[in-house]
């Protein structure tokens, strides 16, 4: 699979609220070869590792992702605005399989947390693409972490902690209420999820109690982004051996993997 090094300049920046930017970066090798789920590796000025990011969204020759602001490269990436630059590599790791032949009827669901949202807009973006819709489920801990409420779908469910918005808990226990009332559906659905470790777990125990095929988008620190510094270590479920995030994911079976 193609991999590019690149200057990306910045054509938009969208915030969306004091903890999130979405920035549109022109990057045409890398818009036209990346399938949804992977990501790039974004070199920040003044900060020593790369930054990992998934791409958002394809429009044309723009990528865009969804900045997280935790830090000070989080931070000094958002404030990157149009006409300004930073070296980008990608399209690194590996993506969601959109599963199902012609003809096949498949149950897409979307089970995001948080800023886990990342690699969706792009999933459902090329899931359109192919005439599928998906179901959706958001989670976060209040309604100012919920993202992706604009996506098109065949439904949205919105779970929050503190009960801001949708119904107060947690979104996996909402997935999971939902396939269990449609047991009709278990054999055709396929779950991709993306969000904080816990409720990756929780949404493993999820689908292997009901034999549901899942793939989680599994978030790690990844200094390098292609295998190298192996940072980004993942349990392989049945061994003891490891995987790497950066390189045989970030999308994985749910079944392969021990979180």
């Avoid at 918005?165 to 269990?180: I, N, W």
């Avoid at 200094?223 to 993942?234: D, H, L, P, R, T």
């Avoid at 995030?245 to 392969?256: H, I, L, R, T």
Wanted: proline share 7%; charged share 20%; aromatic share 6%.
């Amino acid at each position: 699979m193609p991999r590019f090094q690149l200057t990306a300049r910045a054509v938009r920046r969208h915030v969306l609220n004091s903890q999130a930017v979405i920035i549109g970066l022109e990057a045409a090798e890398i818009a036209a070869s990346a399938i949804p789920g992977q990501f790039v590796e974004l070199k920040v000025p003044g900060v020593l590792w790369r930054r990992p990011m998934s791409i958002y969204r394809r429009i044309g020759d723009v990528i865009e992702i969804l900045v997280a602001i935790v830090g000070p490269g989080s931070r000094a990436l958002a404030q990157l605005i149009p006409g300004g630059s930073v070296d980008i590599i990608g399209p690194l790791g590996n993506g969601f399989p959109i599963d199902g032949s012609d003809g096949d009827v498949v149950d897409d669901v979307v089970v995001a947390g948080g800023f886990g949202i990342a690699p969706f807009p792009f999933l459902v973006q090329r899931l359109r693409e192919v005439g599928r819709t998906p179901r959706i489920f958001l989670g976060g801990r209040t309604k100012d972490q919920l993202f992706g409420q604009d996506l098109p779908a065949e439904r949205i469910s919105v779970a929050t902690e503190d009960g801001s918005a949708g119904e107060q808990g947690k979104v996996v226990p909402l997935f999971a209420s939902f396939a269990d009332a449609v047991p009709e559906r278990i054999e055709r659905m396929r779950v991709y999820a993306c969000g904080p470790i816990p409720m990756l777990r929780a949404l493993q125990n999820a689908v292997t109690s009901r034999g549901i095929r899942a793939w989680v988008s599994v978030e790690r620190e990844m200094a390098c982004g292609i295998g190298i510094c192996q940072g980004c270590a993942v349990g392989a479920a049945g061994s003891d051996a490891y995987l790497l995030a950066c390189k045989d994911g970030p999308v994985f079976d749910a079944s392969a993997i021990v979180l």
